[in-house]
């Protein structure tokens, strides 16, 4: 281990200061701690937490889940604008609502209307299925309960039934043929609708999630259609149903300007709608969008150029201003900040299985004068290169690593030639990587793509498909590091495999640090065997859980909530343990009993040709059925 190396300067290579927004740094002993409120001195050892649950017998991967930390966001976000009000002298007031399609899981909802309750935090559905969790949920007194997405007859009826339960539920408007069923409803059960108004705005957001504005996006009313729904709910004296108006420009903004400019045309169309006689309106609901800085770089669509501050003050000071232009009373604002609000306070915790690394300090062997011309070559290049003849010896060394492997193909050079070749191609590669690291400036390129090629491979205890999908689907970059050895120098370079059968089951883009964007490598320890090693994904709280697929039946990990005591120490609130390989398989149709049997089937018809001994086939049913009741994941032995 180098002594030359502290925490803080795995704090600087990892930008853990950045992107952790206060609630996760590197203490003094290596490991990686959190805060569960970015300005307090509490905090949690997240290697002492881990091992204590394995301790417990929870196992890896772990999605640990910090309820403080959700508490914080929402004071957060609370206190951003109710400073923005006070400083513009606004009239009205601030109400989130948390869109429940970010992260259903029970718990997590429940946590929120808790801790929201002060705040008025409301709820968002977004189908039918959501409106029944939400209305079970949601008691909060005037938090809001908004409407979205695609609606049928029941759909409607229910959330305008609701209404009599003393739920405040507004139905919004996502498609024009909805208006007149809301109006057909309300006159068969004789209730009056609470309505809002989704416009589809010629705005575009920015980031990965642009095509959800835009006017080609996939919801919201056209201007004509605004029109002629507020023209049919006069004619039905409906009008001062219409109570709230709302537009969504995406999800992530990572640029204010975007920000600001769908703020001014959604004003317009507040605005444009009091005059026009909705004078009912009282909410603009400017959905989601506020961004989470995922690499701390503050240019790249994983991060953000502004502040939650920056961002309250825009919308209030944008909405005064256009509302005292028209003389209009200031409406109450509405944000769907979920991601905000849930992304921090989850970590996937995992272990690191095994490494392949193709790092060669020597050659195989001593190549002689009988050996194929090829390697030869080979190992004069070894020999000879120095830093003043780089450059020729690599475009040499990249020549000979085609010829060898044509040369294979048409039965020149045999397979044991052919492995010799590789090694050698591998130990000069590992020498130019360490000659190129002395001139970065002239060599920059040579370094990144023979690093890149010659990286260890670390086999982790993990799908990227269940717990990370974003990272595979449209290549999100979350903060990934080591949770502990952090006062080490990480001298390897590496990517990161999960545990399925599948080439794109990895995660090879990782934080840049040093020239923002990402870079395919992370910087990690040396792996020990027998020792464990963890790394943690972080800010993974936001869409990932429920995104995650079963790809190679890999289920749900084990999960806890954990919560921090006023003495400083913490409880694990709730274990929420994952999926059985039984429970996985009958999400697919296979069930338990039969698979069993099938398999008994074909041991008695193995015993009766001699095949297996019945002590054989009892032990194979008894690791057969132990493992449909065992995690999905590997499992350290007892």
């Not at 409803?185 to 957001?205: E, M």
């Not at 002239?442 to 086999?459: G, K, P, R």
């Not at 399925?500 to 964007?517: L, V, Y």
């Amino acid at each position: 281990m180098e002594t030359n190396w502290s925490p803080e300067q795995s704090s600087g290579l990892y930008g853990i200061n950045t992107w952790g927004q206060g609630y996760f740094k590197v203490n003094e002993k290596g490991n990686v701690s959190i805060f569960p409120s970015p300005n307090g001195t509490a905090q949690v050892d997240l290697l002492e937490l881990t091992q204590d649950l394995l301790d417990r017998g929870i196992r890896v991967p772990i999605m640990i889940r910090f309820t403080d930390i959700l508490k914080s966001r929402i004071e957060l976000i609370n206190d951003c604008f109710q400073k923005a009000i006070n400083d513009h002298n606004y009239k009205g007031i601030y109400q989130g609502v948390y869109p429940i399609k970010v992260n259903q899981q029970h718990l997590l909802v429940e946590e929120l209307v808790r801790y929201g309750e002060k705040y008025r935090l409301g709820l968002e559905c977004g189908s039918k299925p959501e409106l029944l969790v939400v209305l079970a949920l949601m008691n909060t007194k005037e938090a809001l309960i908004i409407c979205n997405g695609f609606k049928d007859v029941e759909y409607i009826e229910t959330a305008m039934l609701s209404q009599k339960l003393g739920r405040n539920t507004i139905i919004v408007v996502d498609r024009y043929e909805e208006l007149g069923m809301i109006i057909q409803i309300s006159k068969k059960i004789n209730a009056k609708p609470k309505i809002g108004f989704r416009a589809k705005l010629n705005t575009q957001g920015a980031g990965k999630w642009v095509d959800s504005s835009g006017a080609r996006s996939k919801f919201g009313l056209t201007s004509m259609e605004i029109v002629e729904g507020v023209e049919i709910l006069k004619k039905e004296g409906m009008i001062d149903c219409l109570e709230l108006l709302h537009y969504h420009v995406g999800s992530q903004i990572p640029v204010i300007q975007n920000v600001k400019s769908s703020l001014k045309e959604g004003a317009r169309f507040f605005t444009e709608l009091y005059e026009m006689g909705a004078t009912g309106l009282k909410y603009i609901d400017v959905g989601g969008g506020l961004g989470v800085d995922y690499d701390g770089t503050g240019q790249s669509d994983s991060s953000i150029n502004y502040s939650e501050q920056e961002y309250a003050n825009d919308i209030i000071s944008g909405l005064q201003a256009l509302c005292d232009e028209k003389k209009i009373p200031h409406p109450n604002v509405v944000t769907e900040s979920g991601r905000f609000l849930v992304a921090h306070h989850s970590i996937l915790v995992f272990n690191v299985t095994g490494v392949n690394n193709l790092y060669r300090y020597a050659l195989p062997r001593v190549i002689t004068k009988e050996d194929p011309q090829i390697l030869q070559e080979l190992q004069y290049i070894f020999e000879k290169i120095n830093i003043d003849n780089l450059n020729e010896c690599y475009n040499d060394l990249i020549q000979l690593k085609q010829e060898s492997l044509q040369l294979f193909i048409y039965g020149v050079l045999s397979l044991k030639h052919r492995a010799d070749a590789e090694s050698m191609y591998w130990a000069i590669a590992t020498k130019m990587i360490n000659f190129a690291s002395q001139n970065m400036a002239e060599f920059e390129d040579i370094y990144n793509h023979l690093q890149q090629e010659i990286c260890a491979t670390y086999f982790c205890n993990f799908s990227v498909f269940q717990s990370v999908p974003d990272s595979w689907a449209v290549g999100q970059i979350f903060p990934v590091m080591p949770i502990h050895r952090l006062e080490e120098k990480p001298t390897q370079i590496a990517t990161l495999a999960d545990l399925t059968c599948d080439s794109d089951g990895k995660i090879e883009k990782f934080i840049d640090i040093e020239n923002g964007g990402y870079k395919k490598t992370i910087q990690v320890h040396d792996f020990k065997e027998g020792q464990q090693y963890y790394i943690g994904v972080f800010l993974t709280g936001a869409y990932q859980e429920i995104l995650g697929d079963l790809h190679n039946l890999f289920g749900d990990t084990d999960a806890v909530h954990v919560s921090l005591t006023e003495s400083g120490g913490y409880i694990i609130d709730q274990y929420v343990p994952g999926d059985t390989v039984t429970e996985v398989l009958s999400y697919v149709q296979f069930h338990r009993g039969q698979l069993i049997e099938k398999v008994r089937q074909a041991t008695e018809e193995s015993i009766s040709k001699g095949i297996i001994s019945k002590q054989d086939a009892k032990l194979l049913l008894k690791h057969y059925e132990e493992g449909l009741s065992g995690y999905t994941y590997l499992e350290e032995a007892e």
